[in-house]
C-alpha cells in the first residue's frame, strides 16, 4: 500500500542514528515534553498525541522510544532534522498515515515548519515492544486498507450523508482519528443508538466490540481506524 511505503521511508528517515561528534550536543527532551506535542492518554497499549505545529516554528529536538503511527489533519511542507544529519524536506499531505520504528532504534530528532500553513498530526505510540499479542479484525470493503504491517493495520473510511458502514467486530485495542468531521450515530448490539458529534481531528481509543457507524448528517466524512498487532 502507498501509505505503507511513504510510512518505511519516513521511519528511515527519523531514525538515522548519527551526529557530528565535534558537535556539541543541543538540548533534547522525552516526546512527552517536547514543543507543541499534547499527550492525551495512555494505557498498557498504546499513547495518543496531539501535535500542533504553527508555521515557522520548531519542535526542538526530543527523543522518540516507541513505534509511532500518525494520521495528518492539516498538511504543511516541514523540515525533519535528525540529530547531527542534515535536515530532509517533506510535504505531508491530509489524511496521510505513517509508521516511525522507534521501540528498536531509538531516534533523536525536530520537525521545523516551513509552510505558510500549521502542521497538525495525531500520533498513537505502539507501548508493547514486540509485535504479536493481537490479532486485529478483518473488514469490509468499505472500510479501505491503508497500511498493514507487523505492528498495525489500518483503514480509511469515508461516508457521505446518509450512508452507513457494514458492522465491524474489532479483535484488538484500536484508535479512531477523525480526517472530516459530521454528525454520525454509533450503533452496538443490544445497546441505545450513541449519536455523536465528530469534529476535525478528534480522536479516541477504540475498544473490542462490534459497532456500526451511520452518518446522520449533511456532509461527507472521513475517518481513519487502526488496530494493533
Known amino acids: 500500500m502507498i501509505y505503507g511505503l ?3 521511508r519516513f521511519a528511515s528517515v527519523l531514525t538515522l542514528p548519527s551526529w557530528a561528534a565535534d558537535e556539541e ?19 498498557e497499549n498504546m499513547s495518543l498525541a496531539n501535535v500542533t505545529l504553527p508555521a515557522g516554528r520548531t519542535t526542538t529536538y526530543h527523543s522518540h522510544n516507541q513505534d509511532l503511527f500518525f494520521v495528518i489533519i492539516k498538511g504543511a511542507k516541514v523540515k525533519n532534522q535528525v540529530l547531527g544529519a542534515d535536515p530532509v524536506e517533506f510535504d505531508f499531505k491530509v489524511g496521510n498515515v505513517y509508521l516511525a520504528y522507534y521501540t528498536k532504534t531509538p531516534g533523536t530528532h525536530q520537525i521545523i515548519n516551513i509552510d505558510q500553513n500549521t ?3 495525531l500520533g498513537m505510540g505502539i507501548v508493547q515492544p514486540e509485535a504479536g ?3 486485529p479484525s478483518t473488514r469490509a470493503d468499505k472500510y479501505e486498507v491503508v497500511m498493514d504491517n507487523e505492528r498495525v493495520r489500518a483503514w480509511r473510511l469515508r461516508l ?12 484488538a485495542p484500536g484508535t479512531r482519528f477523525v480526517v472530516t468531521g459530521g454528525d454520525v450515530v454509533e450503533k452496538r448490539p443490544g445497546k441505545p443508538d450513541q449519536p455523536m458529534v465528530l469534529k476535525t481531528g478528534d480522536f479516541m481509543e477504540l475498544p473490542v466490540e462490534e459497532r456500526v457507524l451511520e452518518n446522520t448528517g449533511t456532509s461527507a466524512i472521513e475517518i481513519v481506524e487502526a488496530e494493533l498487532k
Do not use: M, S, Y
Not at 538540548?27 to 492525551?40: K, N, Q, S
Not at 457521505?160 to 479483535?171: D, F, H, L, N, S
Open 160 to 171: 457521505g450523508p446518509g450512508e452507513a458502514a457494514p458492522a465491524v467486530r474489532q479483535t
Open 25 to 43: 550536543t543541543p538540548p533534547i527532551v522525552p516526546v512527552t515534553r517536547a514543543p507543541f506535542h499534547l499527550f492525551t492518554f495512555q494505557d
Open 6 to 8: 511513504l510510512g518505511l
Open 119 to 121: 502542521l497538525w498530526l
Open 133 to 135: 499479542h493481537f490479532t
